[in-house]
């Protein structure tokens, strides 16, 4: 591992301290301001927050911050959290005019506006209703709410949302590929604004959520304690940092105040076949429960998730056309709340999976594919106090082992035709890693110069460490006649290891400049001991509000530092690869080419490479800009343009000598990645009971073929073609996404459809070498489109002479994905010396399911 010098990490915490000084310079002068006359801070503002559901039922908060502002004319505020019942209070305050708010994401904003008399004891009860907007960029009553609003857009699924949505595993991706900007190929990859998921990022209650070493969002989070998920298209807040593509925020429930139970899907579903029942197809009971310990003080709660699922792959003949999944999740969550200003979450996560067969495809037999293993766990704890002052520090501390490994079905050589795969796959590896995050931050309370202004910094400490090894077997490449063309050896231990640290800090002020005026700033400092030794990220955005603050305004940009994968930081240590070419004429075979593993940053030469740990960071510089406007009462409507550009991403290109039998795999930080979006959203929401949008994307995605997530992650690819620039694999140009809750007016049904439909992705023809044929990814898949629907009914339990039923639920209903049973195909044989070139297979029919849950 490279160790920085001493200098090089004091100039980054000398150059992060002046800038955290200058902001708390700032904010000291407030400090300063005298009291007010006891004699007169006689009255009190006191109350509850409750979220109340469409369905009517009512749940209280805790640990929600309260913000008070006021007396008119001046803008000092007051901040208090909510106890365990919900409850809130705001003594000694002098008369005058006051303005109370309370915000979580996930919900509309709740203000509300007193005017205080001396003595007076005035009673606020917040209720917090649970937006079901798919794109959480609503246009407030008042324009004073445009101004507390993040600047950036997002895309939210709230809980309620998540509950309604059209879900066959109850998995992240399925709910993420619904966002405008998120794409989710044939082959099951996320992609965030035109990169993987793997140079994405995942957190939950602001810690890091992925595989320490992949980086991909592998470890998995139960829908049952979800609050919400937001997708970040150009974040502007300091606070986040370590990815160059796309963030992804989950906001976690509280443990519920009295105890409750939900026991969903505990019905498996049969595989039948000419008739009769061969076995079980899937099998996804989920049981929830949870309540208050002690009272007013320590709460629990539980998920339980167990997967069995059989799942066939078109394309291929039964019975060896299926794949296995078998998974359980437990997510346990504690929260104690200390004090009124006090509150304690404890949350842990097994999450142990078996995949089999997981990558086969029209192209790819059972025989060729891969095992999948993981074991792990994620331990976090979130502390939030705040002192008299109003100062509330927020602490975060999280670790997690993850154990994965990927086996072949057998020891036999590797065989690719034109007409796909055989024999057994060529890899096998197993990896353990650690990793560590804790992120203490101070929330100043909002301080007046100028307008208002909310300052918040902090710290971030990583460590990631990881060793395991990976150990290859030959493979060949066969003509279409069957004669061995080329053939790949390996050799060397390929045992790896890493271990990456970093510290970062962040400060931030959103500035409430008028009540129709915004601006957000700030900066993130980070140091790397593989990656860069100092770099500065900073972030703006602004938001203004027209019409009363019926049109909004919105525009921000930022730069994004990433990880350095710790996949790249091991590179060197993998097996070298030993090609041997045939029918070289006049010779039967070439002389092998060894391919030697080495890290070529940019300016060196493979003659002079220089030191092998990775010396830097992928680098994005973002920006977007949008409006929106209140066409009427019930219509919204949205349009904005996003681009982001990406540099030093790490790619891997083998290089072959001109002569000589001794060439180079190449890992270079050199690769480059864009992203352009326009986006048109329309919003209808007629009533409380209705919510309907409908999107329209165009988007373009360019960059680096050969990154090492794509070429490494999930599994290393057989064949590792040289780098090209080109069209992404994830590019669609065109996307509509139309969706809607509505609960009908005949038998308390609720319907949920989603409909989805966008340009086919792009595939390359490919040469008997399996080389690039033609221009990658020039041609195409047909055009998808799905049409997914959810509907069901919430049965409301009355057995007499039982109390204890009263409030139970039981949800009955049924789903279906593909409904119009669209060819979506998902296989393509794409080499030409192949007589089935150009020939679609493998399409996705329509899935039905029912769905059967008890609760209260």
């Not at 969550?333 to 997981?358: D, E, G, K």
């Not at 992705?761 to 047909?782: E, G, H, K, T, W």
């Not at 010396?833 to 329509?846: C, I, K, V």
Request: glycine share 8%.
């Amino acid at each position: 591992m490279k160790k920085h010098s001493n200098s090089a990490k004091f100039a980054s915490f000398k150059a992060c301290g002046a800038f955290l000084l200058a902001l708390v310079m700032f904010a000291i002068p407030s400090f300063a301001r005298p009291a007010a006359d006891p004699q007169a801070s006689t009255a009190s503002i006191a109350g509850k927050v409750t979220v109340r559901t469409i369905e009517g039922s009512v749940n209280n908060l805790a640990g929600i911050t309260v913000k008070l502002t006021g007396p008119a004319p001046e803008t000092t505020s007051r901040t208090e959290l909510t106890d365990a019942d919900g409850h809130y209070e705001f003594t000694h305050l002098a008369p005058g005019s006051y303005t109370t708010e309370a915000r979580l994401e996930g919900f509309d904003p709740w203000i509300a506006k007193v005017a205080l008399s001396a003595g007076q004891a005035a009673v606020l009860d917040a209720s917090l209703q649970i937006n079901t907007i798919s794109e959480q960029l609503e246009v407030k009553a008042e324009a004073t709410d445009i101004a507390t609003e993040s600047v950036s857009a997002t895309s939210t699924v709230s809980e309620k949302q998540l509950d309604a949505l059209p879900l066959r595993t109850q998995e992240l991706a399925e709910a993420l590929s619904f966002s405008p900007s998120v794409i989710r190929t044939h082959e099951g990859k996320l992609n965030f604004n035109g990169q993987t998921e793997s140079q994405g990022m995942m957190l939950v209650d602001s810690a890091e959520n992925v595989d320490p070493v992949a980086g991909s969002f592998a470890i998995p989070i139960p829908s049952g304690v979800i609050q919400s998920i937001q997708v970040y298209n150009t974040p502007d807040s300091a606070e986040f940092g370590g990815f160059s593509g796309g963030l992804t925020r989950i906001e976690l429930k509280s443990p519920p105040q009295a105890w409750a139970y939900k026991v969903m899907d505990f019905i498996p579903a049969f595989r039948a076949k000419q008739g009769s029942i061969i076995g079980i197809a899937n099998m996804t009971p989920r049981l929830e429960f949870g309540g208050p310990i002690v009272a007013n003080k320590y709460t629990f709660f539980e998920d339980l998730t167990y997967e069995f699922r059989r799942d066939p792959v078109r394309g291929l003949s039964w019975p060896f056309n299926e794949t296995y999944r078998r998974s359980f999740i437990s997510f346990t969550q504690f929260q104690a709340t200390l004090s009124p200003r006090h509150v304690m979450n404890v949350n842990v996560n097994f999450f142990p999976q078996n995949l089999q067969f997981i990558n086969i495809n029209s192209l790819v037999p059972q025989s060729a594919s891969v095992d999948y293993r993981r074991r792990g766990v994620s331990a976090g704890v979130s502390d939030s106090y705040q002192f008299e002052s109003g100062v509330i520090l927020n602490t975060v501390v999280r670790y997690t082992r993850f154990d994965s490994s990927t086996y072949a079905q057998g020891p036999a050589d590797m065989e690719i035709t034109p007409e796909g795969w055989g024999g057994n796959f060529f890899n096998n590896w197993a990896r353990k890693a650690n990793q560590f995050e804790a992120l203490p931050s101070l929330q100043l309370p909002t301080k007046s110069w100028l307008g208002r202004h909310d300052l918040k910094f902090g710290t971030d400490v990583l460590y990631r460490t990881y060793g395991g090894d990976s150990v290859s077997h030959p493979l060949q490449i066969r003509a279409e006649d069957g004669s061995l063309v080329e053939q790949i050896d390996f050799q060397g231990a390929g045992l790896l290891r890493a271990t990456s640290e970093e510290i970062s800090e962040f400060a931030e002020d959103h500035w409430t400049l008028t009540s129709n005026f915004s601006i957000n700033f700030g900066g993130r400092v980070t140091s790397q001991s593989i990656g860069r030794s100092l770099a500065f990220a900073p972030r703006g955005g602004l938001a203004y509000s027209l019409r009363g603050g019926k049109t909004v305004l919105r525009a921000g940009a930022g730069v994004l530092y990433g990880h350095v994968p710790l996949l790249a930081a091991g590179f060197a240590d993998n097996q070298e690869r030993v090609i041997s070419m045939f029918n070289c004429s006049p010779l039967p075979a070439c002389p092998p080419i060894t391919l030697v593993n080495l890290y070529i940053p940019r300016g060196a030469t493979a003659s002079a490479p220089g030191p092998q740990d990775p010396s830097s960071t992928p680098r994005t510089l973002t920006w977007n800009a949008e409006a929106e406007s209140a066409v009427s009462r019930t219509i919204s409507v949205r349009i904005g343009y996003l681009d982001t550009r990406t540099r030093d991403l790490f790619i891997v290109d083998p290089m072959l000598p001109a002569s000589g039998t001794i060439g180079v795999l190449a890992l270079t930080n050199t690769g480059t990645s864009q992203y352009r979006q326009a986006e048109l959203t329309a919003h209808y929401r007629p009533s409380e009971r209705a919510d309907v949008n409908l999107t329209y994307v165009w988007s373009r995605a360019r960059g680096d073929l050969n990154a090492l997530s794509d070429t490494f992650v999930p599994f290393q690819a057989p064949v590792i073609r040289p780098n090209a620039y080109g069209i992404s694999s994830s590019d669609i140009p065109q996307r509509v996404i139309a969706g809607a809750l509505v609960h009908l007016p005949w038998w308390k049904l609720i319907v949920s459809p989603v409909a989805d439909v966008h340009s086919g992705f792009p595939y390359s023809p490919l040469d008997v070498l399996q080389n690039y044929a033609a221009v990658p990814n020039s041609a195409r898949f047909p055009m998808y489109f799905s049409l997914d629907a959810k509907i069901y009914r919430d049965i409301v339990l009355h057995l007499p002479f039982l109390d204890s039923a009263k409030g139970r639920k039981i949800r009955v209903g049924v789903f279906s994905l593909n409904a119009t049973n669209h060819q979506n195909f998902h296989d393509v044989f794409y080499n030409r010396a192949s007589p089935l070139y150009g020939t679609f297979d493998g399409n996705q029919r329509r899935f039905t399911g029912f769905v059967l849950g008890l609760g209260e």
